[in-house]
Every structure is written in structure tokens, then in C-alpha cells.
């Protein structure tokens, strides 16, 4: 008798491998991103799509702050075309990084989601800034 988590069947071993490897092009982490910002490789604006009063209170070192529903064209324009946003929110809870990284893509900017947003920021043991 088979657990519903064997039940169905784990992908192929190529197509997992395929599976997670395109995840990589659509996601980082908040290890990596840490990572990124306090050794001088941030090759990346890291975006903030939470409300702006949420942000005056708290944020992720580094991060800008654009609500998602204020992204479009007027605001990025200061960005060349090529720059890759990493978009985060509140957390696993929230969907905003995903309205935020549809209006990036619709735009044709590059954009990956930091998962776990500020959540995974505080669960890794990172500290917020104001």
C-alpha cells in the first residue's frame, strides 16, 4: 500500500531535473539574495511590493520600494531594460511578489521572486531595517 505522497508516481529523473532547474529561472532565495547584498554581488534590485507604509516600518536592507500595483513603465525608468528585479512581500501568504512579477514579465523586464519574503528573511535569522 502506497502514502498519498508516493501516490502518483515521482516525476522521471530527467524530467525532475528539468522541473527544477527551470524553477531556478523563476525563483532565489533569501540566503542567496543575503548573500548577494553583503558581499558586493548584488546584480539585482531587490524590490519590495508590499504598501508603502508597510515598508517605512520595516524592510529588507537594500530594497526599494515599488507596491505592485504602482509598477509600470514610468517607474522603471531609470532601470536599463536588462536589469533582473527580485520581488518579495510579506511572505509565503501573500501574493503580491506574483502581481508584481506578472506586471515585470508584461513589461519584458527581467524578474525572479525571492520565496519566502519577508517571513523567510526573519526565519533565516536576517534582520529587518526601517
Known sequence: ????VA????????EALQHFQKLLEFETDCWDV??????????FVLVD???EELFNRSHIPHAINIPHRKIDEARLQEYPKDTLFVVYCAG??????????IRLARLNRPVKKMIGGIT???DEGFELTN
Not at 500500500?1 to 498519498?4: G, P, R, V, W
Not at 543575503?34 to 546584480?43: E, F, G, M, P, V
Request: hydrophobic share 35%; aromatic share 6%; charged share 15%.
Open 7 to 14: 501516490k502518483p508516481h515521482a516525476a522521471a529523473s530527467n
Open 120 to 122: 523567510g528573511w526573519l
Open 92 to 101: 509565503p501568504h501573500c501574493n503580491a511578489t506574483e502581481r508584481a512579477a
Open 1 to 4: 500500500m502506497s502514502s498519498m
Open 34 to 43: 543575503h548573500y548577494a547584498t553583503n558581499n558586493n554581488l548584488q546584480d
Open 49 to 51: 511590493v508590499r504598501g
